[in-house]
């Protein structure tokens, strides 16, 4: 690894380095210790690092706001406000059937008073409305007892309008990819709710018609960005499902052991399971996750998870399991991550009280057992389950402080909801480093652990890691600080 101290010192003088001067070594990790101060130039290090992968996004809440705006203008969809002008929903409509403009609103949106605008109607102060009522942060005053989870639950009615339809599923998935592509991401793990959808005429969608054109729109999309000389991106998917309502039916498939029609189906839980073990979609559908307001257990009436899973393992075969659990500092649901262990979970989301408020024998299960733990750092702050960045546990995950035997845990990094949260991948690891003395040892390890705690096939896995290594190992070898801060992104504030 070649990197200078004349360099640096050139950098802190904002004066221009020629290559000759990068004939002296000096190790990355000094490199690293020194622009970490700085997190204009943090965040162009890690917008430029091969970050490895995203393994928890929903895909509903991943793209920018002012994607999402374009990807409603595009299906014709109207935006609704209230008298006060505070944005309300997006509403489906001049869908185009025999000739005739039809307008279909399910919530009744464009009544009561609202006023429905179309994209080329909306001022720059619509925009900012729509924005405002979408990202979660420290200006909402909308919450209630269980802080900004409420406002989440509300924002996600919102956007379902936009996101359960399935002519518009394909654009999140290539703006994401797109994004992911920029961020040296090469791998993307996707969380879909992939039964009883709809398109924009309001038809239900087989779900065999969305997966198989899903997987196609991800190939073009892939044959596109190679030919453009762009990098490529793995997309695989999670089937979610609701903790409080794991077993509710609906929906239209004529797949094998999974036929249905209408709500005379198997659960929801048994569909997910079957794609991600025997259907022939188990390649793009690599596992399911529970997910919901975080105080709410797995229910199910008359058994339990854990029996469930074992008849289901016993029936279809092994499944990817992530389960969200451990996101809430409230005693009364300390046992989230333990029923999540009993449930057989393969992976954790979040498990934000793992080192606060679970039993020892809980913590030692999961510390012994190497359990895979995702973390999203903006998610937790801009949720409240940490009241500051300060707060979050996430170094004691990653050093294995929290652990009876000091092993630190496989931790990766992700965005969950990138939209909503206003960030991205480099901008949750630069957060990580800024507000933290983890080395560059550290950080590389969280950026490879995201691809060795994936779902992905084995073979496309190792795939995967294998040329994450070389990336990384171009990246040591030729990154430099930039001369100038001039034309760099934004740094990365702490979320609030």
């Not at 990098?231 to 052991?257: H, M």
């Not at 339990?304 to 996101?327: C, F, M, P, V």
Request: proline share 4%; hydrophobic share 40%; net charge negative.
């Amino acid at each position: 690894m070649r990197v200078v101290a004349l360099l640096l010192l050139a950098f802190c003088a904002n004066v221009a380095v020629s290559d000759d001067d990068r004939s002296l070594d000096q190790s990355f990790d000094q490199l690293f210790e020194h622009i970490r101060s700085d997190r204009q130039v943090l965040h162009a290090f890690f917008r430029d690092m091969p970050l490895g992968g995203d393994i928890h996004t929903h895909l509903s809440g991943g793209v920018s706001i002012d994607t999402a705006i374009k990807i409603a203008s595009r299906h014709h969809y109207y935006f609704a406000f209230s008298p006060a002008d505070e944005f309300t929903g997006f509403v489906i409509s001049k869908i185009t059937v025999d000739q005739r403009a039809v307008t279909r609103s399910t919530r009744g949106r464009c009544d009561d008073g609202n006023t429905c605008l179309q994209a080329a109607d909306l001022s720059e102060e619509h925009r900012e409305a729509i924005r405002q009522a979408i990202w979660i942060n420290e200006t909402d005053a909308r919450r209630g007892e269980d802080g900004r989870f409420s406002d989440f639950v509300r924002v996600f009615s919102v956007l379902d309008e936009l996101t359960d339809n399935t002519d518009v599923m394909p654009e999140f998935v290539h703006a994401l990819m797109d994004e992911a592509a920029e961020l040296h991401v090469s791998y993307l793990e996707l969380k879909i709710t992939p039964y009883n959808r709809k398109n924009s005429l309001g038809m239900v969608v087989p779900i065999e018609t969305l997966l198989e054109n899903l997987g196609n729109e991800i190939e073009a999309k892939n044959r596109s960005m190679a030919r453009a000389g762009k990098r490529t991106v793995v997309v695989k998917f999670v089937a979610q499902l609701l903790r409080s309502r794991p077993i509710r039916t609906g929906g239209i498939t004529g797949l094998p052991y999974i036929t249905c029609f209408g709500d005379d189906c198997p659960t929801r839980w048994e569909q997910a399971h079957y794609l991600a073990t025997l259907s022939r979609y188990s390649d793009i559908v690599v596992g399911y996750d529970f997910v919901g307001l975080p105080e709410v257990t797995i229910e199910v009436p008359g058994s339990s998870a854990k029996l469930l899973i074992q008849e289901l393992t016993d029936r279809y075969g092994d499944a990817n399991i992530a389960i969200h659990s451990g996101e809430s500092t409230k005693a009364d649901f300390a046992d989230n991550i333990e029923l999540a262990l009993d449930a057989g979970a393969d992976r954790l989301g979040h498990a934000y009280n793992l080192g606060s408020l679970v039993s020892d024998e809980t913590l030692s299960l999961v510390c012994q057992g190497n359990m895979p733990i995702v973390i999203g750092l903006s998610s937790n702050v801009r949720l409240q389950v940490a009241d500051t960045i300060d707060q979050h546990p996430y170094v004691g995950f990653i050093r294995g402080d929290i652990c009876p035997n000091n092993r630190p845990l496989p931790v990766a990094l992700a965005t969950d909801d990138a939209g909503l949260f206003d960030t991205d991948l480099s901008l949750e690891f630069c957060i990580a480093a800024a507000n933290s003395d983890l080395t560059w040892n550290e950080i590389k390890r969280i950026a490879k652990q995201s691809l060795q705690a994936s779902f992905a096939p084995e073979e496309e896995k190792a795939r995967l890691i294998s040329q994450w290594e070389r990336d990384i190992q171009h990246f040591e070898s030729t990154w430099t600080p930039p001369t100038s801060t001039a034309s760099l992104p934004a740094g990365c504030p702490d979320p609030i």
